[in-house]
């Protein structure tokens, strides 16, 4: 079967919190892999078979789907879920776009920005902001983003949500996303409370060289056990064991610390400048007041 709900991204803006509030829905069915990526993929044809297969566990659930942030900024995914899942309610999170980058730079240090083993990490974010800039920028350009998705779906159908509601209520942004998929609004699932505060929060090397050995285990991990589980059993079975062994979270209280330290105030200012006119252009967009995006000088 083929999904009828579809989170776009964006990335580092609440889409774990969000996921875990739908698994835990009596209503709801999500793919157990968060991140198919598969309308995104090179090609799909032939394959619709192998995206089908992310749903097979659905057992007359209400709202079926996924969350791919990488969708979002894609340039492919808009007209390969208009042609595959047209009728799909899609929705979207977005946060302040500077702190989503610094959010998503440390996020892509970790994981060493996908590069391979030899390639050398940047010395710092600023560095990271030149030689990386359409990995991190790129997807906080949130305006055109939802333009190409509003030029393909009807607006009824896009459910735009903010982080920084997520952070002070997310009660009623839990509500207001099982209506808009058309589920039991007042179920209370056990993330709102439990994980809600630790699947928010950000988190940073110990030190430069934890950071380091982070970065090489992650990736040795991925490519001898993940990648090889995912391609022999598929990747539900391989999400599920990676889950069942909590191999991320150990890996993260043994090399990681919760918060991001503090970021340049020339670099946040210089961001704030940069992307003013999209969060503008965004204010225009969903009549939502983010003047606060833009720093204390507006």
């Not at 009660?171 to 993330?191: I, K, M, N, S």
Request: charged share 25%.
């Amino acid at each position: 079967m083929l999904p009828n709900f579809i989170g776009i991204g964006a990335p580092k803006a609440g889409t774990t919190w969000i996921f875990q509030c739908l698994r835990e829905h009596p209503q709801v069915y999500v793919a157990p892999v968060k991140e198919t990526k598969f309308f995104d993929e090179d090609t799909i044809e032939g394959r619709m078979g192998e995206y089908e297969a992310h749903f097979a566990g659905a057992n007359g659930e209400t709202a079926v789907g996924e969350i791919s942030t990488r969708y979002l900024s894609s340039v492919r995914a808009p007209d390969r879920i208009r042609q595959w899942v047209p009728d799909a309610r899609l929705f979207v999170s977005l946060r302040n776009p500077v702190d989503q980058v610094y959010s998503h730079y440390w996020h892509l240090r970790r994981q060493n920005f996908h590069q391979g083993p030899a390639a050398k990490l940047p010395d710092s974010f600023e560095d990271a902001l030149r030689a990386y800039e359409d990995a991190l920028v790129h997807p906080a350009l949130y305006s055109a983003h939802l333009r190409r998705w509003l030029a393909r779906f009807d607006g009824s159908r896009i459910l735009v949500l903010f982080y920084d509601d997520i952070c002070h209520d997310p009660l009623a942004v839990r509500a207001r996303l099982y209506a808009f998929l058309g589920v039991d609004p007042d179920h209370e699932p056990v993330a709102l409370n439990r994980r809600g505060s630790e699947e928010r929060r950000g988190m940073s090397p110990r030190s430069p060289t934890l950071g380091r050995a982070h970065t090489v285990l992650y990736r040795e991990g991925n490519r001898l056990l993940y990648t090889p589980l995912k391609r022999l059993a598929g990747p539900w079975v391989a999400e599920g064991v990676k889950n069942t062994l909590r191999l991320r979270h150990v890996m993260e209280r043994l090399f990681l610390q919760d918060g991001y330290p503090a970021m340049d105030p020339r670099t946040r200012h210089a961001l704030e400048r940069r992307f003013s006119p999209e969060v503008d252009a965004l204010m225009e967009l969903t009549g939502q007041d983010l003047t606060h995006w833009k720093g204390p000088r507006g």
